[in-house]
Nanobody
Framework: QVQLVESGGGLVQAGGSLRLSCAASGRSLDNYAMGWFRQAPGKEREFVAAISRGGRSTNYVRAVKGRFTISRDNAKNTAYLQMNNLAPEDTAVYYC???????????????????WGQGTQVTVSS
């Protein structure tokens, strides 16, 4: 079992930045690719970014490319999402997730993730 806890959300003005953290316990994150998803009110959960187990490969949804950066520190058992130049449409609950597959790249498919955090709210005001 892996427990994931997100932190770092909050209220920020448009153009501002936030860094989300996803701390894992129970097992080492070395064995997992990590992903970030978000869900805005009234919308379905959507993929944001993912990173391979070793951190060499990343995947982003087009809407955040060039603004968001996913990273990980396996020594700290933590994944991060640096979010810059935030816009009101980025407002959502952000979830981190862990993918225990031993093959395949960092995926955008939510059903392939094995563990999920409880989410952290990000609100961007205009």
């Amino acid at each position: 079992q892996v427990q994931l806890v997100e932190s770092g959300g909050g209220l920020v003005q448009a153009g501002g930045s936030l860094r989300l953290s996803c701390a894992a316990s129970g097992r080492s994150l070395d064995n997992y690719a990590m992903g970030w998803f978000r869900q805005a009110p009234g919308k379905e959960r959507e993929f944001v970014a993912a990173i391979s187990r070793g951190g060499r490969s990343t995947n982003y949804v087009r809407a955040v490319k060039g603004r968001f950066t996913i990273s990980r520190d396996n020594a700290k058992n933590t994944a991060y999402l640096q979010m810059n130049n935030l816009a009101p449409e980025d407002t959502a609950v952000y979830y981190c997730a862990a993918d225990f597959r031993t093959s395949g790249g960092p995926t955008s498919i939510s059903s392939l993730y094995d563990y999920w955090g409880q989410g952290t709210q990000v609100t961007v005001s205009s």
